[in-house]
């Protein structure tokens, strides 16, 4: 065809010829322009459970080696103040996966084998508002949101599920700490059928990445948008041989670097199928540390506190995002972001329709890529239990609201399996933080603050009103029903 085309060429004009020539080469070419830029983004979201702050090297760990989230953060961008939903393992999900703080959809603490009710239909998750964009859709890991049948992930916008339905302790043989719960053994779903009962999870971290890099595997033509939510670091903590004594920080360090093992294959699965540019990939956790579990919890280290408080080490947790195509490399992001924005987020970059329900987030891609330096949403709000209002970020000031909470101070802390036991603090009074200059919130300045303290308290009252505060007897008049049974 070449030597037609040359031959042709010699027959008209020289201006003309170099015309034809160079329309032929554009033609021939121009699938290698816009090969993976056509498609939209394909989505890649792992969760953790239970991962403190400082249990990441680029956010401070030093005695536990995660080279591939330490790459990850040099290639991508990481967020310094990214709050989980809630400081408790359900409601993290429902605001992560929907765009909304938990208790404006129902879903409250962490929902166990004897809980009737899950997320209801009428929500739009995330697997279910990317499918309406022509994605494939996947979990490998735990799900959370009710296990009944109405209920799963397969329900809910997922094409594919490989995991556990709840946190991996909810079964009556809790190792070294006897019968605490009196429910069946744990249960491994494939899909919506129960294909095992687990007595040991030493191999789930490396099953769920098997699984991963399969399905990243088979839809590389396709977008697809693939969720991983490890049941570990939650207690009690499994770890298969090839990370066992690998660490510095004992078998929670070990369980660490097996995750980061897992994100460094689903990395390597996206650039071996020439995925790498065209692929969101986040990384964190649904709360902070289970401190009461001493050495076997994280660290949140300088945070204050762990998961099941509103003090920065229940909710601030490590952001890390990838995707060269738009975001930059090497980034740090100070500005506050909130779990329940990550859906408008991805929805603004790949074309989605926003759910219609009224959803709480709001996109910070432009935050994201650089081409602002300020977030949205004028300020956060910090719900815990049953739709008690603890507290409020605005700016660089967290405020919090007079509530009882838990802590370790002075406790003797739980090893090897087995907890401590909290105390209980009653906060009396409001206290105010600078937690821009004061991350481990020691200096109380609410005294020194009253205008900030004033208008936090306006935020929270028109928050009040929209979505309750159990602490003051109010019911919001936007909250919505969580599923129940049918």
């Not at 330490?70 to 359900?90: F, N």
Request: aromatic residues 10%; glycine residues 10%; charged residues 20%.
């Amino acid at each position: 065809m070449m030597s037609r085309l040359l031959s042709a060429i010699t027959q008209v004009p020289f201006f003309l010829s170099i015309g034809v020539l160079c329309l032929f080469l554009r033609c021939k070419e121009a699938p290698k322009e816009t090969e993976g830029i056509s498609k939209p983004p394909n989505v890649v979201l792992i969760f953790t459970d239970d991962q403190g702050y400082n249990d990441v090297g680029v956010y401070g760990a030093d005695d536990i080696a995660t080279p591939h989230l330490d790459q990850m953060a040099k290639e991508g961008t990481i967020l310094t103040s990214y709050y989980s939903a809630q400081a408790v393992c359900s409601a993290s999900r429902a605001g992560i996966l929907t765009g909304c703080y938990p208790n404006r959809i129902g879903i409250h603490n962490a929902l166990g084998p004897g809980n009737t009710h899950g997320i209801n239909a009428s929500e739009t998750t995330l697997a279910e508002m990317l499918k309406t964009q022509g994605y494939a859709t996947a979990i490998f890991g735990k799900w959370h949101l009710g296990h009944q049948k109405e209920f799963l992930p397969t329900r809910h916008g997922f094409d594919e599920w490989f995991g556990i339905p709840y946190s991996n302790d909810m079964w009556p043989y809790h190792p070294q700490q006897g019968p605490v719960f009196n429910f069946p053994d744990l249960p491994l779903y494939e899909n919506e059928t129960v294909i095992d009962t687990l007595e040991e999870q030493s191999q789930l971290t490396t099953q769920i990445t098997e699984r991963s890099v399969d399905f990243i595997n088979r839809n590389k033509d396709n977008p697809f948008f693939l969720y991983v939510p490890h049941p570990q670091p939650h207690v009690p903590l499994f770890v298969s041989d090839k990370f066992k004594g690998k660490s510095n920080r004992g078998l929670y360090g070990d369980v660490i670097m097996e995750i980061d093992w897992s994100v460094g294959q689903i990395l390597t699965a996206l650039k071996a199928n020439g995925l790498e540019e065209n692929t969101i990939v986040i990384f964190t956790s649904d709360n902070g540390p289970w401190l009461s579990y001493g050495n076997h919890a994280g660290s949140a280290y300088p945070l204050r506190e762990g998961k099941g408080t509103a003090w920065e080490g229940g909710q601030r947790e490590p952001f890390i995002i990838k995707y060269p195509k738009l975001i930059p490399s090497g980034k740090v992001i100070a500005e506050p972001v909130m779990a329940i924005d990550i859906l408008p987020t991805i929805a603004e970059e790949t074309g989605a329709s926003l759910p219609k329900n009224i959803i709480d987030g709001k996109s910070v891609l432009k935050l994201l890529t650089g081409e602002t330096d300020t977030g949205p949403q004028e300020a956060y709000f910090f719900y815990y239990r049953v739709n008690e209002l603890f507290g409020v970020r605005y700016g660089k000031w967290k405020l919090y609201f007079p509530h009882r909470y838990r802590t370790m101070d002075g406790m003797e802390l739980g090893k090897d399996g087995l907890p401590g036991d909290y105390r209980m603090i009653d906060m009396e009074e409001i206290e105010l933080y600078d937690v821009q200059n004061d991350v481990s919130e020691t200096n109380n300045v609410a005294s020194k603050h009253p205008e900030i303290v004033a208008k936090i308290k306006l935020l929270a009252n028109d928050m009040r009103s929209r979505l309750g505060d159990s602490l003051l007897e109010l019911e919001g008049t936007e909250t919505r029903e969580a599923g129940q049974m049918e």
